[in-house]
């Protein structure tokens, strides 16, 4: 296992790029680290089957059993000292972006790289060799068997490239009630990449404010929830402020639209709200749902915003018909009381061109 983390070290720092002339100001590290600290302790104890990565060192003694197991990713992409692995706890050192095939399967297809390139790609899981690319071989984590994942900067540790199959792979993992949980530095203005160790992560790309929803949402991801982790900035990259989020983000709207007749009545306090579908609420209107966005908007981060109201008629969902979601259509209460069919008005009002729906 050594020769693998070896490899994964070497590709990382073939990956890293030095900012040229950068002028870097560090504001605020302490009452970071403390924050970073504080988000750590509430979670790394999940409950559930969790996945950490590149979680630091000194944290790992925290997590307390939740009824699932632990799986312990490192990568890499931090300069902490190795871990001491729990006992009990499942580790491998690989990249994020591969969370598919087996330790010998990455340690194989790495031996076959015949130049630096081909080493990252065959570590990040985008080149498999014939050794590595066995069809029988069971998958290193199986799809939807993740309850939580906790990686700290993953959005500003990998490049960009590579940040899009790690969060492919997470929500591959991840169960249906699953959710992710990252903390990230985010750019006021545009930023090249840059090399910047901080609280020894090695951080190489600074998203915008305005990207980072759009990054997670084209990933699978919804619920996405920022959470300022210190009021000021913490960094400044040549003029650029960097501030520190906690991010929180869910699966769960995977699979077929099915209609048991629900209908979804949002409580406020806004005037209206669109979710990640593009699907418009508005204050005390009943909008017809399909089940699955039913028991989503149950759940956290939505939970106590929605009433779901539920038809005298209500289907089964095994014989419930399929859901027409391209439209936001009112559910009337004589569809709700079973006197009409389904297909009421449409609503008319919208959230705004910032919303995409």
């Not at 699979?255 to 409580?267: H, I, M, P, T, V």
């Not at 009421?344 to 705004?352: P, R, S, T, Y």
Request: glycine content about 8%; charged content about 20%.
């Amino acid at each position: 296992m050594n020769k693998l983390a070896d490899m994964i070290g070497v590709a990382t720092k073939l990956a890293a790029q030095e900012g040229a002339g950068s002028d870097i100001l560090k504001w605020h590290e302490r009452l970071l680290s403390q924050s970073l600290s504080d988000w750590m302790d509430t979670e790394l104890n999940g409950v559930g089957s969790t996945v950490l990565i590149d979680v630091p060192a000194d944290s790992l003694a925290r997590r307390v059993s939740s009824g699932g197991a632990t799986t312990l990713i490192w990568s890499g992409l931090s300069t902490l000292p190795n871990p001491v692995i729990p006992s009990g706890w499942r580790f491998s050192n690989r990249m994020p972006t591969n969370l598919c095939q087996s330790d010998a399967s990455l340690l194989s297809a790495a031996k076959l790289a015949s130049s630096p390139y081909e080493l990252q790609q065959a570590l990040a899981g985008t080149q498999q060799s014939d050794v590595s690319a066995n069809e029988h071989e069971e998958l290193w984590i199986e799809d939807g068997v993740v309850d939580h994942i906790v990686a700290p900067f993953i959005v500003n540790s990998l490049h960009s490239s590579h940040l899009s199959l790690a969060l492919k792979e997470l929500v591959r993992v991840l169960s249906t009630n699953g959710y992710f949980k990252t903390t990230v530095l985010l750019a006021d203005q545009a930023l090249a990449d840059q090399n910047v160790e901080l609280l020894s992560y090695r951080l190489q790309q600074f998203p915008q404010e305005i990207q980072l929803s759009s990054i997670l949402k084209i990933a699978g991801l919804h619920g996405i929830t920022f959470t300022p982790l210190v009021q000021e900035p913490v960094l400044t990259v040549n003029g650029v402020e960097l501030r520190a989020f906690a991010v929180s983000a869910y699966t769960g709207t995977k699979g077929a639209c099915l209609d048991q007749k629900d209908a979804a009545l949002y409580l406020g306090p806004w005037s209206q709200v669109c979710d990640d579908d593009g699907h418009v609420y508005p204050r005390g209107v009943r909008i017809a749902v399909c089940a699955k966005t039913a028991a989503v908007l149950q759940k956290p981060p939505y939970a106590g915003s929605f009433a779901i109201i539920r038809a005298y008629d209500r289907p089964d969902l095994a014989d419930a018909p399929l859901f027409d979601c391209s439209q936001d259509v009112i559910r009337t209460v004589a569809e709700t009381k079973g006197t009409v069919v389904s297909g009421a008005n449409l609503v008319e009002e919208n959230c705004g061109s910032g919303c995409d729906c």
